[in-house]
């Protein structure tokens, strides 16, 4: 259940109007690889892409997007057994450094000269959207992880528990 409100929160905000790059999307996956079991860990960051992305459009950088995200869900894996407010700190700051490296190099493949003076061009032209993702993702996580660590303690013995599995 907790994968399913997960991946239409995150579809949900592919959509609201809002700061470009400012989205909850690699919170939810770093917040995902934590809660949710392996395999949903893993497929979580595919399938909320897959779904928004059939509205929002395909590009070439989809493959590097994607990846980066799975690559950020194994991340957030590493901080699983130990979860604290430093943790979530860590695995944010990670997250959001993967998906800014590898979406970029993404997007130096297919949109610059295949130069290194084009990789550079490109991570620097990047870094405007690397700030809002690396606020967002850090925003986001605390929300997450703050509220969930939260309510299952209020609800943890309730009727209501089955929404935390």
Not at 48 to 73: K, N, R, Y
Not at 91 to 115: D, H, Q
Request: hydrophobic letters at 60%; glycine letters at 6%; one cysteine or more.
């Amino acid at each position: 259940m907790l994968a399913l409100i997960l991946i239409f929160i995150g579809v949900l905000f592919r959509f609201v109007v809002h700061i470009p790059n400012f989205t909850p999307v690699i919170a939810i996956v770093l917040f995902g690889s934590v809660f949710l079991r392996k395999g949903q860990s893993l497929w979580l960051p595919l399938i909320l892409m897959a779904v928004s992305d059939l509205f929002l459009g395909f590009h070439a950088v989809i493959p590097f997007t994607w990846g980066a995200l799975f690559l950020a869900a194994c991340w957030g894996r590493i901080f699983r057994e130990n979860i604290n407010v430093s943790n979530v700190f860590y695995s944010s700051i990670g997250g959001a450094f993967i998906f800014f490296v590898i979406s970029n190099l993404g997007a130096w493949l297919t949109m610059y000269p295949k130069t290194f003076a084009g990789l550079i061009d490109c991570y620097i032209m990047a870094i405007p959207f690397f700030r809002q993702t690396f606020f967002s993702t850090l925003v986001y996580s605390a929300a997450l992880f703050g509220v969930y660590v939260f309510a299952a303690k209020k609800i943890k013995s309730t009727r209501f528990a089955w929404v935390l599995e």
